[in-house]
C-alpha cells in the first residue's frame, strides 16, 4: 500500500528559485494538508483543502500557494523561496466518512516528507 | 490562539522502564486527542487516539489518559523497548473548523530514547 507519497524527498534551492512539492494519496481522501517541520516547533499547518479544486490557509501560509485540481494530488509551490523556508514539508490526508456524535475528526495518514534546503 | 503544549522535550529511560509524555491544551472545546509516533527519516504515525467522552484508552503497552477539566493528557508507555525510541507528538483538534477537515494543533515533540 503506497498511502500518502511526496516527492521530491530532498531538494537544495538557492533564494528566489521557485519549486514545487506534490503530493499523492491513493486511499480517496477528501481531505489533504501541508505542514512544515521545524526543530522544537511541531508540526504547523501551511494550508489544507477539504476537496478537488478548493483550499484553505493554515497557521503560516505566506510564501506558499497550493493547488487541488485532482482529488488525488495536492501541489505546494514556493514562487520565491526564501532561507526561512527551509524545513522538512509533510502532507497528510484523511477520510471525510468519519462521524462521531456531533463533531468530525478525522486521524490524519502522512508522507515522508521532503526535506528543503534554500541557500 | 489556540496553542498545545508538550513536555518534556527529551526523555530517556531504561529499557523495560515506563515513560510519561504530558500535553496540555488551551482550547476547552477541543474533543480528540491523537498522539503520532515519527521515527528518523519518517513521517508521523499514528499510534492511539482519545475522543473527549473517554477518559483513558489502551492499546497493549500504550495508553492515554485525558482530564478535561485540568485540560491536559498524557502518554503513557510500559516496558518500554528499543524500538520505542523516537519522536512522540501530540495534537488537539479544533471542532470550531467544523467540516473544514478536523484542523489539528500539534505539540512541540518529544524525543523518547529507550536505553538497552
Known amino acids: 500500500n503506497a498511502g500518502v507519497t511526496q516527492t521530491p524527498k530532498f531538494r537544495v534551492l538557492k533564494t528566489g528559485q521557485s519549486m514545487t512539492l506534490l503530493c499523492a494519496q491513493d486511499?480517496?481522501?477528501?481531505?489533504m494538508y501541508w505542514y512544515r517541520q521545524d526543530p522544537g516547533m511541531g508540526l504547523r499547518l501551511i494550508h489544507y483543502?477539504?476537496?478537488?479544486?478548493?483550499?484553505a490557509k493554515g497557521e503560516v501560509p505566506d510564501g506558499y500557494n497550493v493547488s487541488r485540481l485532482k482529488k488525488q494530488n495536492f501541489l505546494l509551490g514556493l514562487e520565491s523561496a526564501a532561507p526561512s523556508q527551509t524545513s522538512v514539508y509533510f502532507c497528510?490526508?484523511?477520510?471525510?466518512?468519519?462521524?462521531?456524535?456531533?463533531?468530525?475528526?478525522?486521524?490524519?495518514?502522512f508522507g515522508d516528507g521532503t526535506r528543503l534546503s534554500i541557500l | 490562539g489556540e496553542n498545545v503544549e508538550q513536555h518534556p522535550s527529551t526523555l530517556s529511560v531504561q529499557e523495560g522502564d515506563s515513560a510519561v509524555i504530558k500535553c496540555t491544551y488551551s482550547?476547552?472545546?477541543?474533543?480528540?486527542f491523537p498522539w503520532y509516533k515519527q521515527e528518523l527519516g519518517k513521517g508521523p504515525q499514528l499510534i492511539i487516539d482519545?475522543?473527549?467522552?473517554?477518559g483513558e484508552k489502551k492499546d497493549q503497552r500504550i495508553a492515554v489518559t485525558l482530564n478535561k477539566t485540568a485540560k491536559h493528557f498524557s502518554l503513557h508507555i510500559t516496558e518500554t523497548q528499543p524500538e520505542d525510541s523516537a519522536v512522540y507528538f501530540c495534537?488537539?483538534?479544533?471542532?470550531?473548523?467544523?467540516?473544514?477537515?478536523?484542523?489539528?494543533?500539534f505539540g512541540q515533540g518529544t524525543e523518547l530514547s529507550v536505553k538497552p
Open positions: 495534537a488537539a483538534s479544533i471542532p470550531k473548523i467544523y467540516n473544514q477537515g478536523g484542523k489539528l494543533i
Open positions: 482550547d476547552s472545546a477541543s474533543n480528540y
Open positions: 486511499m480517496n481522501h477528501e481531505y
Open positions: 483543502s477539504v476537496g478537488e479544486g478548493t483550499t
Open positions: 497528510a490526508s484523511a477520510s471525510s466518512s468519519i462521524l462521531i456524535r456531533d463533531s468530525l475528526f478525522r486521524p490524519q495518514h
Open positions: 482519545i475522543r473527549s467522552n473517554v
